[in-house]
């Protein structure tokens, strides 16, 4: 019998068990890649509560991922013009430490910035951010969840007085009414999605409303599909709750025992009459009364978001506008209902856990806040003051840092801004600024290491063991099933090896990566994500989801039932009430006028995984989506005579790209789509990011990634 290794898949937030089985196999043949090498074989984990078996693409092919395009030592060069040339590691480790301390000297610990990743395993956002924050006292450590998830981290501490979604996926089982905003989880969150769909078709009653400016998978599979118009959610939402106010369907005992706000509330809503609410989102008023009809009938509402809600300047706006129809309808803490953040990527939960935003201290916990200031600082034997008491850079002011050049050294890990960022030509030149650029990563080339002075390669899932948190706080173990290659190192001890050579050796004693989380966890003590329950060991027997404080059993695999927040309805804010928070909406940072008439939003398709570092090099991916389109409704591309297949000329205020047209009517007229997945190295003139601006919610400083304005022009002779 083949052992087989339990694992979690590093793709996507959902977040599927994995069980992988070496190459070789009793009386079978050993299957390669495409480049020969022997290739492990992935299966989803039958016994992981998450996704009971479940795969997609990404997850069953991610094994042909891990020999190709690998960076096995450091390398290193003094100038950007110069080529990269293999060093040892003390040698890489002795410039860093160089650089670091001369930028401390010269221009303070406030120069030096660290950004990471929701690739990372728990424990190394727990290092790193010991590291930035505790030991070279500068806040200065963000992570691409910033792009992704901190909307809805700010949403939740807003509404709920602390982040943490609410629900868990049995809920897609339970609901009597699902809400999905904003995100095309039937290709980019499949598994989860799968879970809710299933439950849709075999009851009739079940409804599913879909609010997304494309026709996607997902609005296919929908009783009601709300093309809303881009930047138009929040007004969507307040027309919803004006109707459910106007009807009478409101939980009046629950708001009055558990909420405040309300007056201020209803002001705001009262603005919002459906004429006006469907007339601004661009959708029949029949539909928007469906929709707030099949949300009054329900007797469970589940509200499912991602990227459409929190990539916006209103993105803290807009999941707090979820959540108050929550509030007023009192569908919160109990199975099937609540607002339910998916996560992008695999353990951007985990780096919330662990203070993996320039904001947070581990265990929820806020730089802004004296006592948990003070409570990190004495259990890591720091003086008193030692940790800065504002928020650091964010991902965005790092690059604005290199411009001015308050940032000296800038270190990147296990994510690639080149292809990224918004404003992508700005990103870059910014990175050709950068006096010192640490690029901390599994794969070589990407677009980021052109911009690089050392480059460390770090152990890749599978060659390093450690926690990830999926969207719904299941905590998995991720065990290592195979050795390094060459000389790379798990994240958390490279962060570990630097802070021993600045000087800072006690704090980073750990051997082992269950020794980082069992100093993690001990932190998290009454905390709303408590997993002073957990360890490593514990975690070899199965996933267990949080809160998980060592005061309750966790007992064996499946004897403990989903774990749901606020099911007391008390909630996380002084007075233990949840809190309306009203706002109008805005619409888009950049709206469209006569230069630039059209929308353009962008997304990730079904089998690619972000800037293609693993997805590029598979070959079933590559056959699904060989080349990034531009979707267009057939009304425009009349308009301007484009065909399918005719080379367009995209530009915005910020740069120019071209790509091929796909002609459909999956996309509203005056709105287009391009897939965000292509950088320098995988095609010319196709990075989506290229046109993007990087105006940010002011509350949770995420980029409006997903809109801005666009002019097009067909190409005769491309
Ligand atoms: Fe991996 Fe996400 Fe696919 Fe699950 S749904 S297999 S976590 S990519």
Known sequence: MVESTRTLCPYCGVGCGLEVLPPAQPGKAIKRDAAGNPLWQVRGDRGHSSSQGQVCVKGATVAESLDRNRLKYPLMRDRLDQPLQPVTWDQALDRIVEKIQTAQVQRGSDSICLYGSGQFQTEDYYVAQKLMKGCLGTNNFDANSRLCMSSAVAGYIQSFGSDGPPCCYDDLELTDCAFIVGANAAECHPIAFNRLHKHHKRNRQVKMVVVDPRRTKTAEAADLHLAIQPGTDVTLFNGIAHLLLRWGEIASLFMDECTTGFGDYTDVISHYPPER????????????????????????????????????????????????????????????????????????????????????????????????????????????????????????????????????????????????????KRTQAALRQSPFTIYQDAYYPTETTAYAHVVLPAAQWGEKTGVMTNSERMVTLCTAFRPVLGEAKADWEIFAMVGRRLGF??????????????????????????????????????????????????????????????????????????????????????????????????????????????????????????????????????????????????????????????????????????PMHWGALWADDAEANVLTHSMACPLSLEPELKACAVHLQPLANP
């Open 277 to 424: 609410v469907a007339q601004e989102c661009g959708i029949p008023m029949t539909d928007l009364e469906q929709a707030a009809r099949y949300w009054a009938n329900a007797d469970n509402v589940l509200s499912l978001w991602s990227m459409g809600v929190n990539q916006s300047v209103q993105g803290t706006a807009k999941v707090c506008s979820i959540i108050n129809v929550h509030l007023i309808s009192g569908q919160v803490g109990r199975p099937g209902a609540g607002p339910f953040s998916l996560t992008g990527q695999p353990n951007a939960m985990g780096g919330r856990e662990a203070g993996g935003l320039c904001h947070l201290l581990p265990g929820y916990r806020s730089i802004q806040n004296p006592e948990h200031r003070a409570t990190l600082e004495q259990a890591w034997g720091l003086p008193p003051g030692r940790i800065a008491p504002e928020p650091g850079r964010d991902t965005w002011a790092m690059i604005t840092g290199l411009e001015t050049g308050e940032v000296q050294v800038l270190w990147i890990a296990a994510t690639n801004p080149a292809v990224s960022m918004p404003d992508l």
């Open 505 to 674: 050796g006690d704090q980073f004693q750990f051997q082992t990566a269950a020794e980082v989380y069992g100093e993690f966890a001990a932190l998290t003590r009454d905390r709303l994500c408590d997993v002073t329950g957990l360890s490593h060991d514990r975690l070899q027997a199965g996933p267990v989801q949080w809160p998980c404080p060592d005061s309750e059993p966790v007992g064996e695999p499946g004897d403990r039932p989903a774990q749901r927040l606020y099911t007391t309805l008390q909630f996380p804010t002084p007075d233990g009430r949840a809190r309306f928070r009203p706002f109008h909406g805005q619409g888009l940072g950049e709206p469209v006028d006569q230069d630039y008439p059209f929308i353009l939003t962008v997304g990730r398709l079904y089998g690619h995984w972000h800037t293609q570092t693993r997805t590029g090099h598979i070959a079933k991916i590559q056959k699904l989506h060989p080349r990034p389109l531009l979707e267009i409704h057939p009304k425009d591309a009349k308009a301007l005579g484009i065909d399918n297949d005719t080379w367009v000329v995209v530009k915005s205020r910020r740069g120019v790209t071209r790509f091929q047209a796909l002609v459909t009517k999956a996309i509203s007229p005056g709105v287009v789509f391009i």
